[in-house]
Structure formats: C-alpha cells, structure tokens
C-alpha cells in the first residue's frame, strides 16, 4: 500500500545539510575545544609541577653544597687555628717578625718555621692546602712558605685590603701576582699574635688552587653519575666569583677552568637574595634550569644548573597519550552523535510538516501527543499555539474593523478641519467623533490662553465635562493633572491605571475615569493645548490609540491655528474698510467746524470710545474744537484750552506722546481724552 503524502515524513532536501549533520558538526568543536584545553592546561600544569620539583631539588643541594663549602672552609680555618697555637710556631713568628735575632739565629727560625707550617699543610695523608704562609700584617711580607720561593715577597691581598688578617676567614681571590696569577684560589686567613704581643703582628694564610680547588668542585658535582667506566653528567655545578667569573670544571678533568667576563643572571640577583632558582639559558647557549647558593663572607656563590631537557624530559609521554585520546573521541563522535541524533530528532519531521501546513493557512492541523519528554512538550505547546493563532484570526478582522473605524474618523476629523472656519463647531465635532468611535465616555479639548499659564477647557462629549466648561474649568499649565504635563512638555502622557498616576487630577464630575490619556496640541514649536480622552475601563489605550488621536490632535491644532490666523486678518479688514469709509465721508464735508465734528463722531462709531475730544493746537495752547461722548456721559465743552505741557491734552502734544484715560471717568478741565 501506498503510503499517503501526509503521513510520510519530510527528508532533508538535496543541497540541504540534516539537522543530524548539523548536530556533529557543531558538537565536534564543542568536543574538542575543551579537551585542547585541558590537553593544554594538563601539559603547562604538569611542566609546573616539573618546574616546581626541579627547583626545590636544585635548591636543596645547592644548599647542601654551599654547607659542604662552608664545612670545608672551617675544617682549614681549624687546622690553622690549631697550628697558630704552637708555641715552636709562634716562637719563630716572633722572631721573623721582629727581625731582631743574629742571622744564624734567624736562619734556625725559618726553618722551624717552614717544618711547622710543612706539618700543617697535610695530616695523614690528607693534603689540607696547596700552599701555607706566614705573612707579616704590617707590610704584607711573608715571612715563611712552604715553597721558599715565595718567601720575601708581599702578599698583595693584604696590601691592597682585600685581606685585613685580623679575623678568621676563608675568602676567594682572584689573579693575585703572587700565589693565583690568572686564577682563582680560596684563601684562608688566620691571624696570630705572638707571646707578650697584645695583638695580632702576623697571620697564617692557606691557598687551595689548581688540583686542590679541582678535587673540592669535583665532590660538589652531584649531576655526575660513575657507570663502570664512563662518567654521566646530567647537570653542572660552578662556582661564580664576583664580578663576572665563573669556576667550572668539565668531565674527566681535575684542574678548575677559569672562565671571565661571563654575564651570569646569579650576579644580577645576587645583591637581593642570597639564594633562589630560575630558568634562563646558561652561558654555553643550552636552556637549563638553575638554582644558586651565595656565600658573602667567601665572596663565592655555588650554582647547579640541569638542563630543561632533562627536567621536561617526561612531559614527551604525555603527546602519544593525548593524541590518543584526542583520535578515539573524535571518531566516538562521528559514530555516536548521528545515531542519536537521529533517533531524538524524528519526531520533529512532523512538527515540520504540520508547520508547514498551518504556514499555508491551514489552522486546523494538530500534532497527536504521544511521548512525555521534551518533545511531548513541544507538540503540546505547538497544538496551543496553533489554538491561539486560530483565536488570533478570528478576532484580527474584528480589530481591523476597529482600527479602519479609528482611521476613518482620523479622516473625517481632517476632512471637517479643512473645511470648517468656527473653532467652536471644529472642536465640538471632533470631541463627539472621538467619543462615539473609540468608544470613550469622555473627551475634551483644552486651549492654552492668552498668558501661557491656564489650558482652559474649550469642547467636551460628557455631561460632566459640560459642566465643568460652564463653570470656566482650567488647568494650570505644567502644575495640575495630565493636561497640565502634556501643555507644559508638549510630550503625551498616558495614565492606564489612574489610581496608581501621581499626575492624574481626580475630577469630581468624572468620577468613573479608570484610564486617561493626553496628547498636546502643537502648532511647529509651540503649544497650543491638549487633547484629553478618558475611559471606565483599565488600560484602556495602546500603541495605535496614541498614533491615531495624535494624528487627529495635529490635524486640529493645525485648523484652529488657521482658523484663527483667518478670525485676524478679518478683523484687520474690517477696520482697514472703517477707515476707508471715514476717510470718504470726511473727503466729501464743505465746512471746517463739520470737518471736525464727522472726524470725532466717525472715530467714536469706529473704534467704540465712549468719549472722544479734538483739541488743535493754537498759539502756546491747545482748544477744544470737537468733542463727542456716547449716552449718559458728558462732552468735554468747546472752546476751552490748556497750556502746552498741563493736562491730559496738552501733555501729550508737547510729549508727541498719548494719554490714555479711563472710558467711565467724568470729563473734567485738563482731562481730555
């Protein structure tokens, strides 16, 4: 049988990628993203770790080594201690010292001296210094060496303060003249006084260079491993002997070599702390990590450094490991995703259909609910959906009915503007149009007066607002109620809930407003007063009232601006015609005494005075020569006359000014007016 079209499930489209694609896709970078990152954050985690373990290592035996070094520089300090208490010893100190016994005398000190200081160098086999003098503090001189070659010279050290010989101390020097030219040794300085001296006049010093130096360096290499007959090294040991020398020693090699001018960061951190690690590239080019050991009484500081090959060296495991993982969730992905995939978006093939229906127009269509997860809920939102869109357009002609009723009456309201010349009968139209279309139980029009400060009420459809015209109602302009804000701001203000309005005015004769809104009346910049529309129900207005009575609240401004501006310019041709007729009345009279009484009557019928006096100007005075009044007052008399510059008349003429007098003021002798 054949299955219909309706029943069969839509596929994707050639040229269209399936939303099972879709899905692998875009969860393979989301997949792969964060393993990258925690790859990365593993390998810079674990080479921190390796980072740590080398440094705390390099540490602890750079540690342990400058302890070797300081234990081995106060073994030597001992023996010379010991030996500077020798009382054969300290006889033939005094003697050179002094240089005052017979040459013979002399002689036999010396060599006492020289078999002391022989004794002293080596015990049992152990060789404590390379070489051991007896020196003279006061100029240097030494006295006795254990290599006579060196006797009579000056110790340089001693001359030029690098050495006091006044305190126990083990120090290094390097290219002395004497005993390390071109080298370094460390030296060991013990100072002697001799019987009955009360201070120190001599000093024992102990040199270890060359092969003693060499065997030193050799049992601090803690890098280098003895296998059978090859000799391993991992790491490097040194001395660094300031300011830029560094004591190294190379494999298979017993003599220090001695290397200058080395820019070494241990120098640079040196001044700051006396110890510490880093990773820098050592002075042969090869990336170590290092860490240092300073030693300031010794002048020396011990530096181990290991190669960062060897301390990341594990971290290379890490890359097939990944790899690994990385390939075995990409291809889990490709396998995995579409399967499910698949299975989880089928029931959507017909949400799509029926979509596609109800997108033709066909709002009957319903989707059969059979499952609880999220797909359950998603048909049965689609099924409310559908309910509601069916609910919509049956109730959208309706509204559409209301708006074109809204729009019509927009029109009529334009159509009435552009016609009528009262502003009464324009607004007394709009106000009933607007109630009886949209439905509101009131609407009124308020105009701005005169002085800017009051909107009164012009127009209203209500019974209540009929007497509130009666009575003269106004609003203070930016002070009293929405009408107030609207002709203050000239923007429209909206109260849905009145209650709940600070600005809304609570008008005793409109006791049932729930919902008011107001829209200005403005003519360019300038506004002219404020339509006011009120309703019993709550949130009576929206987006498309505004639009619609703004309209129409523009389109009376406008009208009654022109209305207006038309009301002007009639009364300027009323009076312009006025005066064109006094003017042809007075052109046609014979006599002057007529002349002068058609001119005052004409401006009385004219201009509504209720007095008018013509005084001419005689000599230094003015007369009375023409005077009218309107019923029940009295005429200023003929003939009579003020001085230039008293009273009203004569003021005004020397001022070339105008008095203005009251209408109902009783005529008087110098009050014309």
């Given at each position: 049988?054949?299955?219909?079209?309706?029943?069969?499930?839509?596929?994707?489209?050639?040229?269209?990628?399936?939303?099972?694609?879709?899905?692998?896709?875009?969860?393979?970078?989301?997949?792969l993203i964060p393993l990258l990152l925690m790859a990365g954050g593993a390998y810079l985690r674990s080479r921190s770790i390796l980072r740590e373990q080398a440094s705390a290592q390099l540490s602890s035996a750079a540690q342990a080594e400058s302890q070797a070094l300081t234990e081995w520089s106060q073994a030597r300090q001992e023996r010379l201690l010991l030996g500077s208490e020798r009382s054969l010893l300290k006889a033939a100190a005094a003697a050179l010292v002094s240089n005052s016994t017979a040459a013979a005398d002399r002689q036999a000190q010396l060599e006492q001296a020289r078999l002391e200081l022989a004794t002293l160098r080596t015990r049992e086999n152990e060789t404590f210094f390379t070489e051991l003098f007896l020196v003279r503090?006061?100029?240097?001189?030494?006295?006795?060496?254990?290599?006579?070659?060196?006797?009579?010279?000056?110790?340089?050290?001693?001359?030029?303060?690098?050495?006091?010989?006044?305190?126990?101390?083990?120090?290094?020097?390097?290219?002395?003249?004497?005993?390390a030219r071109g080298d370094v040794a460390l030296v060991t300085v013990i100072p002697m006084r001799a019987m009955g001296t009360p201070v120190a006049d001599s000093a024992l010093i102990g040199v270890n260079k060359g092969l003693r130096l060499g065997s030193l360096m050799e049992e601090m290499q803690v890098f280098w491993e003895q296998r059978g007959a090859y000799r391993v090294t991992r790491g490097n040991t040194f001395m660094a002997v300031p300011p830029d020398i560094v004591v190294g020693l190379e494999s298979y090699s017993m003599t220090p070599v001695i290397q200058t001018g080395i820019l070494h960061p241990v120098f640079g951190l040196a001044p700051t702390s006396e110890s510490g690690s880093l990773e820098y590239t050592s002075y042969d080019g090869t990336p170590v990590v290092g860490a240092?050991?300073?030693?300031?009484?010794?002048?020396?500081?011990?530096v181990l450094e290991l190669p960062q090959a060897d301390v990341f060296a594990q971290l290379g495991t890490l890359g097939p490991f990944f790899g690994g993982l990385l390939f075995g969730t990409v291809v889990l992905v490709f396998i995995v995703v579409p399967l499910a995939t698949r299975r989880s978006i089928r029931p959507l093939a017909q949400l799509t259909q029926l979509s596609e229906r109800i997108a033709t127009g066909d709002l009957t269509q319903r989707v059969p609910v059979r499952r609880q997860d999220e797909i359950g809920r998603l048909s049965r939102a689609f099924n409310t959906m559908a309910e509601e869109l069916a609910g919509f357009y049956a109730s959208l002609e309706g509204r559409v009915e209301q708006r074109t009723r809204q729009m019509r009456t927009a029109a009529e309201v334009a159509r009435d503007a552009a016609a009528v010349r009262d502003v009464q009968l324009l607004l007394d139209e709009a106000v009933r149009l607007i109630s009886q279309r949209f439905g509101f139980y009131h609407a009124g029009v308020f105009l701005v007066d005169a002085t800017g400060e009051f909107a009164e009420l012009r127009s209203t459809s209500s019974e209540g607002g009929r007497r509130m015209q009666e009575r003269g109602h106004r609003l203070a302009?930016?002070?009293?109620?929405?009408?107030?804000?609207?002709?203050?701001?000239?923007?429209?203000?909206?109260?849905?809930?009145?209650?709940?309005?600070?600005?809304?005015?609570?008008?005793?004769?409109?006791?049932?407003?729930?919902?008011?809104?107001?829209?200005?009346l403005r003519v360019a910049d300038r506004i002219i007063g404020a339509l006011d529309v009120q309703s019993t129900e709550p949130n009576?207005?929206?987006?498309?009232?505004?639009?619609?009575?703004?309209?129409?609240?523009?389109?009376?401004?406008?009208?009654?601006?022109?209305?207006?501006?038309?009301?002007?310019?009639?009364?300027?041709?009323?009076?312009?015609?006025?005066?064109?007729?006094?003017?042809?009345?007075?052109?046609?009279?014979?006599?002057?005494?007529?002349?002068?009484?058609?001119?005052?009557?004409?401006?009385?019928?004219?201009?509504?005075?209720?007095?008018?006096?013509?005084?001419?100007?005689?000599?230094?005075?003015?007369?009375?020569?023409?005077?009218?009044?309107?019923?029940?007052?009295?005429?200023?008399?003929?003939?009579?006359?003020s001085p230039l510059g008293q009273g009203a008349l004569g003021r005004a003429v020397s001022s070339m000014g105008l008095v203005r007098m009251e209408a109902s003021q009783a005529w008087e002798p110098g009050a014309e007016s």
């Amino acid at each position: 049988m054949t299955e219909t079209p309706s029943n069969r499930t839509p596929r994707p489209r050639r040229g269209q990628a399936g939303l099972g694609t879709t899905l692998t896709i875009t969860l393979i970078p989301l997949v792969l993203i964060p393993l990258l990152l925690m790859a990365g954050g593993a390998y810079l985690r674990s080479r921190s770790i390796l980072r740590e373990q080398a440094s705390a290592q390099l540490s602890s035996a750079a540690q342990a080594e400058s302890q070797a070094l300081t234990e081995w520089s106060q073994a030597r300090q001992e023996r010379l201690l010991l030996g500077s208490e020798r009382s054969l010893l300290k006889a033939a100190a005094a003697a050179l010292v002094s240089n005052s016994t017979a040459a013979a005398d002399r002689q036999a000190q010396l060599e006492q001296a020289r078999l002391e200081l022989a004794t002293l160098r080596t015990r049992e086999n152990e060789t404590f210094f390379t070489e051991l003098f007896l020196v003279r503090l006061s100029d240097g001189a030494i006295l006795a060496s254990t290599t006579p070659e060196y006797e009579g010279q000056t110790f340089p050290a001693l001359t030029e303060g690098k050495l006091t010989g006044r305190s126990a101390v083990t120090t290094s020097l390097y290219d002395d003249p004497v005993i390390a030219r071109g080298d370094v040794a460390l030296v060991t300085v013990i100072p002697m006084r001799a019987m009955g001296t009360p201070v120190a006049d001599s000093a024992l010093i102990g040199v270890n260079k060359g092969l003693r130096l060499g065997s030193l360096m050799e049992e601090m290499q803690v890098f280098w491993e003895q296998r059978g007959a090859y000799r391993v090294t991992r790491g490097n040991t040194f001395m660094a002997v300031p300011p830029d020398i560094v004591v190294g020693l190379e494999s298979y090699s017993m003599t220090p070599v001695i290397q200058t001018g080395i820019l070494h960061p241990v120098f640079g951190l040196a001044p700051t702390s006396e110890s510490g690690s880093l990773e820098y590239t050592s002075y042969d080019g090869t990336p170590v990590v290092g860490a240092y050991q300073w030693l300031p009484d010794a002048n020396v500081g011990i530096v181990l450094e290991l190669p960062q090959a060897d301390v990341f060296a594990q971290l290379g495991t890490l890359g097939p490991f990944f790899g690994g993982l990385l390939f075995g969730t990409v291809v889990l992905v490709f396998i995995v995703v579409p399967l499910a995939t698949r299975r989880s978006i089928r029931p959507l093939a017909q949400l799509t259909q029926l979509s596609e229906r109800i997108a033709t127009g066909d709002l009957t269509q319903r989707v059969p609910v059979r499952r609880q997860d999220e797909i359950g809920r998603l048909s049965r939102a689609f099924n409310t959906m559908a309910e509601e869109l069916a609910g919509f357009y049956a109730s959208l002609e309706g509204r559409v009915e209301q708006r074109t009723r809204q729009m019509r009456t927009a029109a009529e309201v334009a159509r009435d503007a552009a016609a009528v010349r009262d502003v009464q009968l324009l607004l007394d139209e709009a106000v009933r149009l607007i109630s009886q279309r949209f439905g509101f139980y009131h609407a009124g029009v308020f105009l701005v007066d005169a002085t800017g400060e009051f909107a009164e009420l012009r127009s209203t459809s209500s019974e209540g607002g009929r007497r509130m015209q009666e009575r003269g109602h106004r609003l203070a302009v930016g002070k009293v109620g929405l009408v107030g804000y609207v002709t203050s701001t000239g923007r429209p203000r909206i109260a849905l809930d009145v209650g709940k309005d600070a600005v809304h005015f609570a008008n005793p004769d409109l006791p049932d407003t729930r919902s008011e809104m107001a829209l200005p009346l403005r003519v360019a910049d300038r506004i002219i007063g404020a339509l006011d529309v009120q309703s019993t129900e709550p949130n009576a207005f929206d987006e498309a009232d505004v639009v619609v009575l703004q309209t129409m609240a523009d389109q009376l401004a406008v009208a009654i601006q022109n209305a207006r501006l038309l009301e002007q310019q009639s009364q300027v041709a009323a009076q312009r015609r006025r005066v064109i007729q006094m003017f042809q009345r007075v052109s046609a009279l014979r006599t002057y005494d007529g002349l002068l009484h058609q001119v005052t009557r004409d401006i009385h019928e004219a201009f509504d005075y209720p007095r008018v006096t013509l005084g001419l100007v005689e000599g230094e005075e003015i007369v009375v020569r023409s005077a009218f009044a309107a019923e029940g007052l009295r005429p200023a008399p003929l003939g009579i006359s003020s001085p230039l510059g008293q009273g009203a008349l004569g003021r005004a003429v020397s001022s070339m000014g105008l008095v203005r007098m009251e209408a109902s003021q009783a005529w008087e002798p110098g009050a014309e007016s």
